[in-house]
């Protein structure tokens, strides 16, 4: 491990541990209520980090980790055995009675809202019910080409990898969907281009979020900027990037799935 790596990885542990000590004493003067865990149901780069920080804005929200993707799988305690290589096999068993042990003492339990954002819990949901109750969830989906950009891009994943992936990603998202209750769905794009409406059927769905604040700008990381932005539709010019060739390949598996694609409302994007 390189020098400077080395250096944040000491550093983001002195932070995790600086925010356990500080939520011990919280809870030691402070009364805690009674929880609702709300868990955000996404795929890889399909914007979980910007709704995360949106959600967040809430004065009544509690995320289990603030930094980087913001996710509660990528805790010191639970890394080694929640992002592991086999997390994306279904058959890879949770103690997720260990986990909720470990995310409590992440979350300020003084607010009525506990947040997650773990990306592969978008197959684990019926286990995840199995632990934690009053239970809610956030399910969203994007355009799988742009998707599909992105996994190449930061994976260097082949295209027909990378399609392959995002639509076992919609297939997860479907079946949760239709089998799943206390959930809310909406797409990346909705949240991009229909902010008013989306906001308020978020609202709706967990009144405690009624104080979300979607005119800030977002530090979400994205291909064109790490600085903050406005909420935006990046899809266009992702999927821009992706050549004639790539789209050859994905497309080859994305028609094997016609119905799907169109279950979401996307439909097949055919190369120059």
């Known amino acids: ?108 339990q003084t607010k009525p809202v506990l947040l997650d954002k773990s990306i592969p819990n978008i197959m684990r949901v019926k286990e995840i019910r199995k632990e934690f109750n009053n239970i809610y969830f956030i399910c969203m989906v994007r355009n799988p080409y742009a998707q599909v950009e992105g996994i190449i891009r930061r994976n260097n994943s082949t295209p027909e990898d990378a399609a392959n992936f995002a639509i076992n990603c919609l297939r ?34 967990l009144p405690e979020l009624n104080d979300i604040n979607v005119n800030i700008l977002f530090k979400a990381h994205n291909f064109k900027t790490t600085e903050g932005m406005v909420i935006t539709n990046l899809n266009d010019e992702k999927i821009a990037k992706l050549s004639s060739k790539q789209l050859t390949v994905i497309n080859s598996i994305f028609k094997k799935d016609i119905e799907l694609l169109g279950y979401f409302n996307y439909s097949i994007i055919e190369g120059s």
């Open 1 to 108: 491990m390189k020098q400077e790596n080395i250096f944040h990885h000491y550093k983001r542990l002195i932070y995790y541990f600086l925010v356990r000590q500080k939520l011990v004493l919280k809870h030691l003067f402070l009364k805690k209520t009674e929880a609702q865990f709300l868990f955000i149901l996404s795929p890889p780069y399909c914007g979980s980090t910007l709704l995360n920080q949106l959600l967040s804005t809430s004065e009544n929200v509690s995320c289990n980790n603030n930094l980087g993707t913001r996710e509660g799988q990528l805790l010191p305690e639970v890394k080694n055995f929640m992002f592991q290589k086999d997390r994306w096999n279904k058959n890879t068993e949770y103690p997720w009675k260990e986990i909720k042990q470990v995310w409590m003492k992440y979350w300020d």
């Open 172 to 205: 997860y998202q479907k079946k949760n969907i239709e089998q799943e209750n206390n959930l809310l769905s909406f797409s990346y794009e909705q949240l991009c281009e229909d902010k008013g409406e989306t906001i308020e059927k978020i609202t709706n769905f």
